[in-house]
């Protein structure tokens, strides 16, 4: 291969050397000659960059749906895309139940953390409360975001990904009816975007058993996800099987618990706040010892941080072994390897999970 600086440093002393051209080489001239060699070299080494590594500098425009307070792994996630700079997020939907109350809470992190540049989107809109996380925000006017709100968050995602010069990266981290039902209003979404998800079961089921399971995200809503397994975008996906083994404890969670920036402060918060929520039913304690019940929990480890793994596929794939596999969606939701069936890049297991986890922390406590 000829490298374009070889070629565009050879063309410059030809032509500056060359008496047909009736060219006479000055110092001055020279000097030109020199600076655009340094330019060319340097265009050509990004060039060559960009060739050997696809994550290269240009950061990828991505969408992010979640169904944030449902689980507060979602808010993890959160954090850590922020805090990738391989990613430049162009749109944050939620779905699932009460998405305007989830927007709330999308809005008021963003808020908080001096990210309002980036839009939020209201999804479908489905019959029961969220709960868990909502209250932290029950006092945010939707209306005070300093960005863009769209009341039709489905409609943002098509014309997001329309309307973006280069391949978007759909990252998805629950139950799918947003993109199922932009996908029905416009299927050509599926040729411009590449998507990623935390979805299924493949070997491994919850807690690492040795049997696989159907998993939530894809139980939730097996229709919407036969529908996105089934379009013809190329698809990437965290199953428990990887997804299901992260939690952080000991040195690596003290380090986030104890690091005070703008993006953990707002996730221990709702960490909180989610924790004793999930207690409100138990009848054994008061309110107090639910406070007490928080705090011990806090100040030890994470919960299972599923959602963050997507986030992290988008970024990189080099902890993780992949494999491509035929996954069909059955009615009860589970993945299932069947010949025939659409080809989807699986992150079936860790090559280091140590070194994800200390990943994970290096980029929420930057």
Not at 239 to 246: E, I, N, Q
């Amino acid at each position: 291969m000829i490298r374009p600086s070889l070629i565009s440093v050879g063309c410059i002393l030809r032509v500056i050397s060359s008496r047909r051209f009736g060219v006479r080489c000055t110092p001055y001239m020279l000097l030109l000659a020199l600076l655009a060699v340094v330019v060319n070299l340097g265009l050509a080494r990004r060039l060559e960059s960009a060739v050997r590594n696809p994550q290269s500098e240009v950061p990828v425009p991505v969408i992010f749906d979640t169904d944030i307070c449902d689980d507060i792994d979602d808010t993890w996630a959160l954090g850590v895309l922020l805090q990738s700079p391989e990613l430049d997020c162009k749109l944050i939907t939620t779905a699932v139940r009460d998405t305007e109350a989830k927007a709330k809470v999308v809005a008021k992190f963003l808020d908080k953390v001096g990210r309002t540049d980036i839009p939020v989107g209201i999804g479908v809109k489905q019959s029961g409360d969220s709960w868990r996380q909502t209250g932290w925000a029950k006092d945010y006017d939707l209306s005070s975001y300093r960005g863009k709100v769209h009341k039709d968050g489905v409609q943002a995602i098509i014309d997001t990904i329309m309307n973006s010069p280069t391949r978007v990266t759909l990252i998805a981290v629950g139950p799918l009816p947003n993109i199922a039902e932009a996908l029905k209003r416009e299927p050509r979404i599926a040729e411009k975007a590449d998507f990623v998800g935390m979805h299924g079961s493949v070997y491994i089921g919850y807690n690492g058993k040795d049997k696989p399971d159907a998993e939530y995200n894809v139980a939730a809503n097996a229709e919407a996800a036969k529908r996105v397994f089934t379009a013809p975008w190329p698809m990437t996906i965290t199953p428990l099987d990887t997804c299901g083994l992260v939690a952080l404890t000991g040195d690596k969670y003290q380090k986030v618990l104890k690091r005070n920036n703008a993006v953990t402060s707002n996730l221990l918060e709702n960490y909180r706040i989610w924790y004793k929520d999930g207690l409100r039913d138990r009848k054994d304690v008061d309110d107090a010892g639910r406070n007490r019940l928080t705090d011990e929990k806090l100040s030890k480890s994470s919960t299972t941080l599923f959602d963050t793994v997507a986030i992290y596929l988008a970024v990189s794939r080099q902890l993780v072994e992949m494999e491509q596999l035929p996954i069909r969606i059955t009615d009860d939701g589970f993945t299932r390897v069947e010949n025939g069936a659409k080809m989807v890049n699986c992150a079936v297991k860790w090559k280091d999970l140590d070194g994800y986890e200390s990943w994970l922390v290096e980029r929420l406590t930057k």
